[in-house]
């Protein structure tokens, strides 16, 4: 399994910026993708955004044209880029790598957007 530990997260205030990374132990075999997903206090958790092993990007209607999700396969890391954050982006931020044999997930970082 790939281990991924994310960083970069804190408290923002409305219209800031913030970028979350995301360490991996290795790239995934094959093909594979990356993704951020999000966990706000008493919701479900829900996809971001995440970045196809060609380059192919995804994101989630609520942060298109805000966020930026790209990939670094020489460190390895993650990245997502955050910007004109909005209170309602506050959440625990997850990593995600899924590849052609395994699905792994780091540990959450909190994101705060509050004035």
């Known amino acids: 399994q790939v281990q991924l530990v994310e960083s970069g997260g804190g408290l923002v205030q409305p219209g800031g910026s913030l970028t979350l990374s995301c360490q991996g132990s290795e790239v995934p075999s094959g093909f594979y993708i990356l993704a951020w997903y999000r966990q706000a206090p008493g919701k479900e958790r829900e996809h971001v955004a995440d970045i196809s092993k060609f380059g192919i990007t995804t994101y989630n209607p609520s942060v298109e044209g805000r966020f930026h999700i790209s990939r670094d396969d020489d460190r390895p890391t993650i990245y997502l880029q955050m910007n004109d954050l909005k209170p309602e982006d506050t959440a625990v931020y997850y990593c995600?790598?899924?590849?052609?044999?395994?699905?792994?997930w780091g540990q959450g970082i909190q994101v705060t957007v509050s004035s």
């Open positions: 995600r790598s899924i590849g052609s044999e395994e699905d792994s």
